[in-house]
């Protein structure tokens, strides 16, 4: 604290005072807060200026730990600034409070001395008196080495740098606001705690950063809070949520809420974080339930409430466990202004959605989750974000998370602002946020959204509306830095934590690590083979010959990337029809095709993803504001089509040879690929050595065929047996339960190049998988 001046009648500097006025005062404490001067007999002259505008007089008592009066003694009366620069008394003022107390020598002592007794007029005409410490007698709140990693785009720990922060500082109890805003003339802190008044809480800029900060005392956990900004042209912007809040207000209100978790949470999977890096792995099953969480479940029909985190905890954990996924895959649950976005257009990336309930909720569910062997993965947004005013869009007056020019900051397809990714502070923002997740909440993954739109300039763009790269390319090199540092990062720092690309172009090395030049995912959604797939089941069964290859071309790159077979949310919407409706024929013929399509999926190499709503065979085309149609299980086919994935998923797990090599060509071989007459295909599934090899056969058309010859290799005289071990036509699974009486014999008969073969009966529409023995 500065040393005062020795003319103990000076008035506070009145230019100051009006700039602080005006609301354009960028250093506050130029103005605000104490100073002193030492006096004989160790006591100290207080000098004091303090700013409550619409307040009727202000005291100044001794901290209450000095005295025996619990409210501490009366040091002295402040008094108000006139709105001319003369001295007035009572509440015509301008809200600027002055005046000079002696401190005794015992109270000199502490850091902060004084309180202030601040009486405000109240309705009843009384006066009602806060009790608060000083905001401006505190110091600088961040450090020089906070605010050079920030700079750098480094800070790693960014949500407990920034945003609302409940410390404690002097052993004074409070909150520590601190935003990134450079472009600003003027940043206010504005709440419930000051009536929403930007006059009341300005904050101090740290040049060297561009961030503002200030540490209110007295704060507690559940706060409401904005900012009010005032741009660089001097203009008040609409009040803007904190980007780096970790907790919000339920949609639609849009203010921040102060959370108090400096104590964390008691996590109860060790063992799962233990194991999670073998569970995750390349090598083992992986099997994802996509969910939208506001709609899985709507219990309400009245009001169609969605269910909160600990009664999603309840219901959807015991569902998912029960139908042998390993993996349930969140839609954002970040919050976002408009649920019809389903969280794709997320505000706070680094606070759960209110919706559902507190930010300690969100960790329970994920930590019950672990706790029943089940892998948490999270939609994650670094594409771009929405324009909303109350939002990142023109923050501080000017683009500073996205991009000044159209051409590069906004998108086209969505309406969205693009950020900045050549920005260090952005990079560190959003890296921070993608370890938010990671590190606090123990999530065990995140699927990066549109990584498409990220890597090239021109992406759903014409000519001349894009800039080229600085060597005239379309790739963003910016973006792909980006993701590089984004995944080492991860890597780095959360061991067996996976990052998954929803990535739809031929880019090379999506999943190569970056070492090598790739970008470094651990898996990226096959796109091509979901299209080329689901074209050729909307195909009629006798056209199919002509279209064979879309279902094998698929094998062509398998192995170039880590892939996960995506059946998702965008592939049942918007008129593109549910899986079972894209399916062809009369409706035997839908069950049947999505049957065998199963059976495709799940013993095609790559991880499995499905969306809500299919595991039954849904009608409906996903709706935000409608559950699935859960119902339909009263209908024994679409029990059927539930049980027949629930036993695939239990079937892939168990049995090594459906997900050990997933990732790689020594896992798969062809045995029938260009039987296009037929619509046939067959191929093995190999694991490690002393693994079982399992045969698949796919019949896509309702005919029924005897007697088709499969070669198979050889092997002992008790490895001739090949036990079918799944059916998709089984009468369990509500098909005509024709096959092959649960084992065939080999023959010693060459086929396909393999010294023997079986004879098999393939059921219509159906795929059957064989174990040899």
């Known amino acids: 604290m500065s040393t005062m001046d020795t003319d103990r009648d000076h008035l506070p500097d009145l230019a100051l005072a009006a700039s602080l006025q005006q609301g354009t005062l960028g250093d506050p404490f130029a103005l605000l807060g104490p100073r002193y001067a030492r006096l004989p007999q160790d006591e100290q002259a207080l000098r004091l200026c303090c700013y409550y505008p619409g307040a009727c007089a202000v005291q100044v008592f001794s901290r209450p730990a000095d005295e025996p009066d619990p409210h501490g003694v009366l040091l002295g009366n402040l008094q108000q600034l006139g709105a001319e620069g003369g001295d007035k008394d009572g509440d015509k003022g301008n809200g600027i409070f002055y005046g000079e107390v002696v401190l005794p020598a015992h109270a000199a002592r502490r850091e902060i001395p004084y309180v202030l007794h601040v009486a405000w007029p109240a309705a009843d005409g009384k006066e009602e008196v806060q009790i608060t410490e000083d905001v401006y007698a505190f110091g600088l709140q961040l450090s020089d080495f906070d605010l050079h990693l920030l700079r750098e785009g480094r800070h790693r720990q960014l949500g407990r740098c920034l945003g609302a922060q409940v410390v404690t500082i002097d052993d004074v109890d409070g909150v520590r606001f601190a935003v990134w805003a450079p472009n600003a003339r003027r940043v206010s802190v504005i709440g419930d705690f000051n009536q929403w008044d930007g006059r009341r809480h300005p904050m101090r800029l740290r040049q060297s950063a561009g961030v503002w900060e200030l540490f209110i005392p007295r704060l507690r956990d559940g706060a409401l809070y904005k900012y009010e900004i005032v741009g660089p042209d001097g203009r008040v912007l609409p009040a803007k949520a904190d980007p780096m809040a970790r907790a919000t207000e339920a949609p639609p209100a849009t203010a921040s809420r102060v959370i108090d978790d400096r104590s964390g949470r008691r996590w109860h999977d060790e063992a799962w974080m233990r194991q999670r890096a073998e569970r995750q792995s390349a090598q083992a099953p992986m099997s994802i339930y996509e969910v939208h969480a506001a709609s899985w479940m709507r219990i309400l029909e009245e009001d169609g409430r969605n269910l909160d985190w600990n009664e999603l905890a309840e219901r959807l954990i015991p569902y998912v466990k029960g139908m042998g996924f390993t993996h349930v895959e969140l839609l954002p649950v970040m919050e976002h202004p408009f649920g019809g976005s389903w969280g794709y257009q997320p505000l706070s990336q680094f606070a759960p959605s209110a919706r559902f309930g507190s930010a300690a909720d969100f960790a329970g569910f994920v930590d019950a989750c672990h706790g029943e062997g089940i892998g948490v993965i999270l939609d994650w947004v670094p594409a771009h974000f929405p324009s909303d005013p109350h939002g990142l869009a023109l923050f501080d007056g000017t683009p500073l998370y996205e991009h000044g020019d159209p051409r590069e900051g906004f998108h086209q397809d969505w309406n969205t602002l693009i950020y900045n990714l050549g920005r260090h502070e952005v990079r560190g923002f959003l890296i921070a946020s993608a370890l938010e997740w990671l590190e606090h909440f123990h999530v065990d993954g995140l699927r990066v959204d549109a990584v498409a739109s990220m890597l090239y300039r021109d992406y759903s763009r014409n000519a001349g509306e894009w800039v080229p790269n600085v060597h005239g390319g379309r790739e963003n090199l910016e973006a792909v830095a980006f993701l590089r540092e984004l995944n080492q990062t991860v890597a780095e720092r959360c061991p067996g934590a996976l990052m998954i690309a929803e990535e739809s172009t031929a880019w090379p090395g999506v999943t190569a690590p970056v070492e090598q030049g790739g970008l470094g995912f651990s898996y990226k959604w096959n796109m091509g083979w979901m299209h080329d797939t689901l074209r050729y089941v909307e195909q009629d069964s006798i056209y199919r010959r002509y279209h064979h290859h879309d279902f094998t071309f698929g094998m062509i790159y398998a192995f170039s990337e880590s892939f996960v077979l995506p059946i998702s949310h965008d592939e049942v919407v918007h008129g593109k029809r549910t899986l079972l409706n894209k399916m062809s024929g009369d409706y035997w013929q839908k069950f049947a095709n999505l049957r065998a399509y199963f059976g495709f999926m799940w013993t095609h190499p790559g991880k499995k993803l499905l969306f809500m709503g299919s ?54 071989s062809w045995v029938v690929g260009n039987d296009s007459v037929n619509s046939v295909f067959a191929y093995f599934r190999h694991g490690d050595e002393g693994d079982a090899t399992v045969l698949v056969v796919v019949n896509m058309t309702p005919v029924l065929r005897h007697n088709y010859r499969i070669g198979v290799p050889p092997g002992a005289a008790n490895q001739y047996e090949w036990e079918e071990i799944l059916n998709t036509d089984a009468d369990i699974y509500g098909g005509s339960n024709l096959g092959n009486a649960g084992h065939v014999t080999a023959q010693q008969e060459e086929w396909h190049g393999y010294p023997a073969s079986v004879l098999l009966t393939l059921p219509p529409l159906s795929t059957i998988i064989l174990r040899r023995r």
């Open 615 to 668: 595991e039954f065979g849904q009608y409906d085309e996903f709706d935000h504001d409608k559950s699935p149609q859960w119902e339909l299980l009263d209908d024994p086919r679409h029990r059927s089509i539930q049980r027949l994935v629930r036993d695939l998923n239990r079937l892939y797990v168990d049995v090594p040879a459906l997900h050990r090599w997933d990732t790689r060509a020594e896992g798969f």
